[in-house]
């Protein structure tokens, strides 16, 4: 069973930064891609960046790119979200999610998420 933890989450003004980190805990994290995702109220889960298991490569959301970066540490099982420039639209709750067997935005192929850390970005 794969149990993954999100902190970082907290409350920005517009323009600052935040940093969120992803602990994969009962399993060998290097073994899975590993993606954020964010929702807000009253709207569905989107895509924020992914990371794959074998070459580190990235992928964003055009919403999230230049601004965020997405970065993960296999030794010590946990993955980050650096935040930059954030913006009131960034305002949601951002999960991290591990092992997709699809294609990586749908947030529907990933297996096992977190429960979430609120982002909120005051203007």
């Known amino acids: 069973q794969v149990h993954l933890e999100e902190s970082g989450g907290g409350l920005v003004q517009s323009g600052g930064s935040l940093r969120l980190s992803c602990a994969a805990i009962?399993?060998?994290?290097?073994?899975?891609?590993v993606a954020w995702f964010r929702q807000a109220p009253g709207k569905g889960r989107e895509f924020v960046a992914m990371?794959?298991?074998?070459?580190?490569?990235?992928r964003y959301a055009e919403s999230a790119k230049g601004r965020f970066t997405i970065a993960r540490n296999n030794a010590e099982n946990t993955a980050t979200l650096q935040m930059s420039s954030l913006k009131p639209s960034d305002t949601a709750l951002y999960y991290c999610?591990?092992?997709?067997?699809?294609?990586?935005?749908?947030?529907?192929?990933?297996?096992?998420w977190g429960q979430g850390t609120q982002v909120t970005v005051s203007s």
């Open positions: 009962g399993t060998r994290f290097s073994d899975y891609s």
């Open positions: 990371i794959n298991w074998n070459d580190f490569g990235t």
């Open positions: 999610a591990a092992y997709s067997t699809g294609r990586y935005d749908n947030a529907g192929v990933w297996h096992y």
